[in-house]
T-cell receptor, first 113, second 113 residues
């Protein structure tokens, strides 16, 4: 167990639907990062939150949004889902200032049918 | 912008042999970090090794070592004494001025008996 908890592990949904992926960071980590891993795009950074505030944005679609709550857990919301959104979504957390303090969760595998 | 290039889509190595996985990078950040992750078929991302751009010595972690050649912008991973359990995808990643990781496309390693 890495200490980063992602739920659910698997999700199957239909096109056009909306889903929410949840991430609980490792205890003490203030930063949460979301990544998408798909066959054609590889591993891509989506968005980072630090202590409740958005810190950086990557290749995140407008249909996707995220937030980090006061207890530091984060949710990634994916709406108007398309077949191409099928991917493995990772959450990672880190300690600020640590040179290599990344810890990844085990991921949520999203299948859009 | 940062770029990570892994030119070997797939590699084979015999058990107990050493193998080198290539990674080149490009960045304009004066300070950066280089990472290698292992992703077995189960999907989780496992941190292997880290090299800071100002580190004078090559990083080592058990059977893993990172051959860092700053002038050539390369950060190759060397796995010594390969084991069957080393069969997995391997990703090179970089962190620059931000804290998010930028990943390469990955190399699939198969260790044969």
């Amino acid at each position: 167990d890495s200490g980063v908890t992602q739920t659910p592990k698997h999700l199957i949904t239909a096109t056009g639907q909306r889903v929410t992926l949840r991430c609980s960071p490792r205890s003490g980590d203030l930063s949460v990062y979301w990544y998408q891993q798909s066959l054609d795009q590889g591993l891509q950074f989506l968005i980072q939150y630090y202590n409740g505030e958005e810190r950086a944005k990557g290749n995140i679609l407008e249909r996707f949004s995220a937030q980090q709550f006061p207890d530091l857990h984060s949710e990634l919301n994916l709406s108007s889902l398309e077949l191409g959104d099928s991917a493995l979504y990772f959450c990672a957390s880190s300690v600020p200032g640590a040179p290599y303090g990344y810890t990844f969760g085990s991921g949520t595998r999203l299948t859009v049918v | 912008a940062q770029k990570i290039t892994q030119t070997q889509p797939g590699m084979f190595v015999q058990e107990k042999e050493a193998v080198t996985l290539d990674c080149t990078y490009d960045t304009s950040d004066p300070s950066y970090g280089l990472f290698w992750y292992k992703q077995p078929s189960s999907g989780e991302m496992i941190f292997l090794i880290y090299q800071g751009s100002y580190d004078q010595q090559n990083a080592t972690e058990g059977r893993y070592s990172l051959n860092f050649q700053k002038a050539r912008k390369s950060a190759n991973l060397v796995i010594s004494a390969s084991q069957l359990g080393d069969s997995a995808m391997y990703f090179c990643a970089m962190r620059g001025s931000g804290y998010a990781l930028n990943f390469g496309k990955g190399t699939s390693l198969l260790v044969t008996p």
